[in-house]
């Protein structure tokens, strides 16, 4: 156990995290101000790996790639919320976990048609392959080091605009008191179908961030979805300050826990129990961290209703 | 000295820098029709929510027949016998009349939680809703939707769920909110008979009601008590009078 | 003239509420004598879809007594009939046969495990408890992926309980101790929804507020509900164990949550039959959709999802009542006292 294991496995923790997030923002929003459940938003993280993977190879060029993926996702989100989800927002959860749970289906046989079941190939752009030492002898590779540097822009940029601007404004009033907002006259169906669209485009922003560095399949954005889900719960409904932390948290908490637990254990128990208990103790450990919060903190680390 | 049902001692409740409660006593006596005016924001749905256990009050205590209840969740105050009733009705909308009588007859029996026999055939609950019913005069829309009840019938079912456990004290939050002219006059003679056999605490706008069922009335304004009398005195308040200026349009 | 005050005999309940649920009890006859067709026309295989309809359906079953009548929308309750199922593989890995026994942990489990979660996830409502039911069952699902002892990833093989004298692989055996569990859980089930619990419960999920009002507390009321719908998917899944004699962590996925749901929803929210209904639609159509793409898509008939994704958008945005609800707005009614409870 060194300490550039320690902390290479913490720096990955950070990129976890930082994608995460991206995946958690616009969902905790959707959430939050919304109040819907919507389940195909993996599906959102799926797209945008997908329309990056596929104009990169196309045109050759990585950062082509992202470059058109970002408006391809921006148009998803706003042509599903636009044509389906804004149908939706008045039924109650039942109805919408179910339509949403169709459109993942949908969604995943529909990339299942287009590109066949098994992954496709991405690969790492040439510039960002080699490796970065982020401290004397610590090696960490350029592009995870690029994914943490972006996200972390990203979350200020997102963090600036909440706080900052006008829009922004109307959008903590929505995820505080939807109804109110309302009531003053905002108009709520542009303000959702924006949350919902950019929502949709930062879960793609992590798809394709995510790309070169894990497998890219159809259903390959629902393990995310839970795992967002689990950030929110920690974080509080509705709060993109309580999903930044809560990200880096179980990313952090879910890396290090893989690595780290099954060798701690084996201090304390015998080799075969640790063999057996570790991985199992490891996977469940974000889990555990979420019933505790639960048990003191029923709506989240931050809540943002009132 | 017989003892109030309701008592309460010096509640106050803030949230951040706004003083909903500011030092708030009352009492109810038995018997007693005690009405909490005050205009608009002063605090009188805050209070109410403090008394029905829903809001714990920063300091202060409630007494119900002389026993504490501050530290009580609402279902255990209902069972120490309070009743209330909603500004918004909180009545069974998927259930007929009927219906919404027996599931408050076996509530009221303590016999909730039984897995065999039906509840809805059962004579006993029956006989029991009947009654319940028959206290508002609904008897006769038994096997009516409450979906397809008018907005006034919705209200009289809402005030016989909330008489429906026989309370000491009946919480009425603006009975006749929403309420036309006949709907109003016949709730206020209903209330009127009411409180012969229960003492009530009603916050209402509609000042003819007011002053026509009120043995007593307390003036909230800004949280904090600002008078407390009989009708006569209270329409004679000069404090009351500029606190309250025009009235309230009812 | 009736007599006043004189409690029913059970038989009389009994015969009632069959009277009142015949769309029930028409499915569970017709389960009975299934069999027959499949003897006549000689395809046993028949038999295997009859039994994972059957079983299904009892899950959904289960789980409807907490979403359709309890409005709690959880989307952990594949975890329950994971845990049914495993309960026979590992009582197996130990050299313990006994079905009975089987029952019995899978029960006790089941009920302990359902008490913690819904303790937990009941301080909450709403979206949350969506989420936190999903969470707990993604736990479930990632603990049993990594429990290697038991399969892992791979899952385990499972033999047929040993139940008294009877022996389960008897072509059958099996077939009928399922289709009895499932009339006693309906029959169960058919009780709990009119008894004053059951009617608590609908009162909780059409309005909390005022059944908190009479002075009753919603949350024990929900609890209850939640651990005996819990219960119940254990009871399924333990079956589902003796039927496919595999288990693996699949099994308790989330998708499959989704799945008792999407049944639901085919069937009608708060009908006692409609899980059942639901059920047969939904593997009817997973049997035979492939099968009708093939004659006009071959080259698709692999992705009949594609279909059933959009097909479910469409029931949730235009359809009400799912298909039970279909069946008793053209059925007469009679007078109000006798309504279909279906």
């Keep these: ?306 | 000295m017989t003892s109030p049902v309701l008592e309460l001692r010096g509640l106050n409740k803030s949230f951040g820098a706004l003083r909903a409660t500011h030092d708030v006593s009352l009492a109810v006596m038995p018997g007693q029709l005690h009405a909490l005016i005050g205009p608009n924001g002063a605090g009188k749905t805050t209070l109410i929510q403090q008394i029905y256990g829903a809001m714990p009050p920063d300091s202060g205590s409630i007494l119900l027949n002389g026993r504490d209840i501050t530290a009580l969740k609402p279902a255990a105050r209902v069972r120490a016998g309070i009743g209330r009733s909603f500004q918004i009705s909180n009545v069974l909308m998927d259930f007929t009349v009927l219906e919404n009588g027996i599931i408050a007859e076996q509530a009221r029996q303590r016999a909730a939680f039984t897995f065999l026999q039906p509840a809805f055939t059962d004579p006993s609950l029956i006989a029991g809703a009947k009654i319940i019913l028959d206290r508002v005069g609904l008897l006769a829309r038994a096997n009516q939707r409450v979906a397809n009840l008018s907005h006034g019938e919705r209200r009289m079912l809402e005030l016989a769920l909330a008489m429906a456990a026989s309370p000491s004290l009946l919480l009425l939050d603006e009975p006749m909110a929403g309420a036309g002219p006949e709907d109003s006059r016949r709730m206020t003679e209903i209330i009127g008979a009411l409180h012969k056999d229960v003492a009530i605490l009603l916050i209402e706008h509609d000042m003819d009601a007011v002053f026509t069922l009120a043995d007593h009335i307390t003036v909230l304004v800004e949280g904090a008590v600002i008078a407390a009398g009989t009708a006569t005195e209270i329409s004679a308040n000069d404090d009351v009078k500029t606190a309250y200026l025009g009235g309230d349009p009812q | ?342």
């Design chain 1, 1 to 306: 156990m060194t300490f550039s294991l320690i902390l290479e496995q913490a720096f990955n923790g950070l990129q976890a995290g930082v994608t995460l997030f991206l995946v958690a923002a616009g969902l905790t929003l959707i959430l939050g101000i919304m109040d819907f459940v919507f389940l195909a938003h993996g599906a959102q993280v799926m797209i945008g790996a997908y329309a990056a993977t596929a104009i990169s190879l196309a045109t050759g060029s990585f950062y082509l790639g992202i470059l058109g993926a970002i408006p391809v996702t921006f148009v998803c989100g706003y042509l599903l919320e636009f044509l389906i989800i804004r149908h939706l927002y008045r039924r109650d959860h039942m109805d919408q976990v179910l339509a949403t749970f169709g459109l993942i289906l949908f969604f995943n046989e529909m990339i299942r048609i287009g590109f066949g079941p098994a992954a496709l190939f991405s690969d790492l752009p040439t510039s960002l392959s080699g490796f970065v030492e982020i401290l004397p002898d610590v090696p960490y590779p350029t592009y995870r080091l690029a994914v943490i540097v972006v996200g972390l822009l990203l979350a200020i940029g997102i963090h600036l605009f909440v706080s900052r601007t006008k829009l922004g404004a109307m959008v903590r009033a929505g995820a505080s008191n939807p109804d109110m907002t309302a009531a003053l006259g905002i108009n709520i169906s542009i303000l959702f179908r924006f949350i919902f669209a950019t929502g949709a485009c930062l879960a793609g922003i992590a798809g394709m961030a995510l790309a070169p560095i894990t497998a890219v399949q159809p259903g390959m954005g629902e393990p995310l979805l839970i795992l967002s889900l689990v950030v929110i719960i920690i974080g509080g409904i509705g709060s993109v300050r309580g999903a930044f932390i809560a990200a880096i948290l179980v990313g952090l908490v879910d890396t290090l826990g893989r690595v780290f637990l099954p060798a701690m254990l084996r201090l304390v128990m015998d080799q075969s129990a640790a063999d057996g208990a570790g991985p199992a103790l490891a996977s469940m450990l974000v889990y555990i961290l979420m019933a505790v919060v639960l048990v003191f903190r029923p709506t989240g680390l931050f809540p943002v209703k009132g």
């Design chain 3, 1 to 342: 003239m009736t007599h006043p005050a004189r409690k029913p005999t059970l038989i009389r309940l009994f015969i009632d509420s069959v009277m009142a649920h015949r769309l029930l009890w028409a499915l569970l006859g017709l389960f009975a004598l299934f069999p027959i067709v499949t003897i006549i026309f000689d395809q046993p295989f028949w038999n295997d879809i009859a039994m994972r309809i059957m079983v299904l359906g009892m899950a959904a079953m289960g789980l409807n007594l907490a979403l359709g009548y309890g409005g709690m929308v959880s989307f952990g309750h594949a975890a329950f009939i994971g845990i049914g199922a495993y309960s026979v593989g590992i009582c197996d890995y130990y050299g313990l046969t006994n079905g009975w026994a089987h029952f019995a942990i899978s029960m006790a489990v089941c009920a302990g495990l359902g008490l913690v979660i819904g303790i937990l996830s009941l301080r909450t409502s709403g979206i949350y408890f969506i989420m936190i039911t999903l969470a707990f069952a993604q736990m479930l699902f990632f603990l049993f992926v990594s429990l290697e002892t038991f399969g892992g990833d791979d899952g385990m093989s499972i033999d047929r309980a040993d139940f008294l004298m009877i022996d389960l692989y008897e072509p059958l055996r099996l077939y009928f101790l399922i289709w009895l569990v499932l009339v006693i859980v309906a029959s169960f089930l058919m009780f709990i929804v009119h008894s004053r619990f059951g009617v608590t419960l609908r009162g909780i999920k059409s309005n909390e507020q005022r059944i908190e009002a009479m002075g009753l507390t919603p949350l024990h009321y929900k609890i209850t509900a939640y651990v005996i719908s819990a219960v119940i998917c254990g009871i399924a899944g333990t079956l589902f164990a003796n039927w496919q004699e595999y288990v693996s962590p699949d099994i308790m996925h989330w998708t499959r949550s989704g799945e008792l749901m999407i049944i639901i929803i085919l069937g009608g929210l708060g009908t006692v039959a409609g899980p059942l209904l639901g059920a047969i639609v939904f593997l009817l159509l997973e049997e035979f959709l492939p099968e009708l793409l093939h004659l006009f898509a071959p080259a698709y008939a692999e992705n009949w999802m594609i279909i059933f994704g959009p097909l479910l958008v469409v029931v949730v945005l235009f359809g009400r009542g799912g298909i039970s609800g279909l069946i008793t707005t053209y059925m007469p009614k009679k007078s109000d006292q006798q309504v279909r409870h279906d």
